[in-house]
């Protein structure tokens, strides 16, 4: 069984920062694509960023210059830095990953939210 954890969800002010992880624990042969999402109120759930195993990234138009995705696999974590947050960034964020708990099997799973809140 694969799990993913997320921490580091905030209330924050307008212009501040925050950094999220998410760390998979349980079965976790190999680990391939991670990623953020995000689900504002009323909104659908949208991909916030994501990263390879070999760390190409790939960001949503709305967060590029502002966030930054990484990645420890040593650690299984994913990283979300945000900086220059806005009130339109508040959203319960999810990660999401690629879990393969055995060779060529490979299955993707979901961490249970973390809160953000951007005040103005």
């Known amino acids: 069984q694969v799990q993913l954890v997320e921490s580091g969800g905030a209330l924050v002010q307008a212009g501040g920062s925050l950094r999220l992880s998410c760390a998979a624990s349980?079965?976790?042969?190999?680990?391939?694509?991670m990623r953020w999402y995000r689900q504002a109120p009323g909104k659908q759930r949208e991909l916030v960023a994501s990263?390879?195993?070999?760390?190409?990234?790939n960001y949503a138009d709305s967060v590029k210059g502002r966030f930054t995705i990484s990645r420890d696999n040593a650690k299984n974590t994913v990283y979300l830095q945000m900086n220059s947050l806005k009130p339109e960034d508040t959203a319960v964020y999810y990660c999401?990953?690629?879990?393969?708990?055995?060779?060529?099997?490979?299955?993707?799973?979901w961490g249970q939210g973390t809160q953000v809140t951007v005040s103005s």
């Open positions: 349980g079965s976790t042969f190999s680990i391939g694509a």
């Open positions: 999401n990953a690629d879990v393969s708990d055995r060779p060529l099997i490979s299955s993707t799973y």
């Open positions: 990263i390879s195993s070999t760390r190409s990234t």
